[in-house]
Every structure is written in structure tokens, then in C-alpha cells.
């Protein structure tokens, strides 16, 4: 059993920058792929990125984030990153980390296994 809890979200002005963390319980941290969904009101649940376990050889972005986002993870403290920098109106929404067993096909919702709560990211234009 993995529990996850994400922190960092908040309010911040268009073009600027928020950190998220997302801690896990548990001594398996690093075997397990890690994502970042976000959810906006009346839309579905969408990926936006993630790294793959242990040494976090793959990352992977979705478009709509690349080259303005960095996930990160820090296996001894059990911990996941995503930096998020120019953020925009449209990268208002709910995020949620999640843990999947395996490192494949990591930008499909289905593959992954544990969620966390989400926390809520509001950018203001």
C-alpha cells in the first residue's frame, strides 16, 4: 500500500511559478513510476507528466507542458517534484500525483495503481 500526499498548490499570477511535492508512505518508494495528472472543472482527469522508477531513466511530458515543467523525484526522501514554471490560466486545475508498478505506457491514467488527494493550482491572468 502506497499513500500519497501532494502540497505546494496556491494562487499565483500568470507567469509565474509554483513547486508541487508529493510524499509517499512506505520503504518501496523507488520502485515505483511516478505522474502528474491535473483536472479542470467539467473536464477529464489529463496527463501531464511523469518518470519512470529507480534511477528515473524516462520522463515523459505532455505537449501542453513541455519546456515550462520539470518533474523530479528524490528516492530518499520518498518524494516527487513538479516544477512548474510560465504557468498559464489554462494550467488552472486540480493535481493529483499518482504511483504506477510499472514503467509502461506511464501517460495513461489506467496504469497507475495509488493517488494522491489533489491540490488545487489556480493561475490568474
Known amino acids: 500500500q ?10 499565483v499570477q500568470a507567469g509565474g511559478s509554483l513547486r508541487l511535492s508529493c510524499a ?15 483536472q479542470a472543472p467539467g473536464k477529464e482527469r489529463e496527463f501531464v507528466t511523469a518518470i519512470s522508477s529507480w534511477s528515473a531513466g524516462s520522463i515523459l511530458y505532455a505537449a501542453s507542458v513541455k ?4 518533474i523530479s523525484r528524490d528516492n ?6 513538479l ?12 493535481y493529483y ?6 514503467s509502461d505506457d506511464l ?16 493561475v490568474s491572468s
Open 2 to 11: 502506497v499513500q500519497l500526499v501532494e502540497s505546494g498548490g496556491g494562487l
Open 24 to 38: 509517499a508512505s512506505g520503504r518501496t518508494f523507488s520502485r515505483y513510476a511516478m505522474g502528474w495528472f491535473r
Open 67 to 70: 519546456g515550462r515543467f520539470t
Open 76 to 81: 530518499a526522501k520518498n518524494t516527487v517534484y
Open 83 to 94: 516544477q512548474m514554471n510560465s504557468l498559464k490560466p489554462e494550467d488552472t486545475a486540480v
Open 97 to 102: 500525483c499518482a504511483a504506477a508498478a510499472s
Open 107 to 122: 501517460a495513461s491514467i489506467n496504469k497507475y495503481d495509488y493517488w494522491g488527494q489533489g491540490t488545487q493550482v489556480t
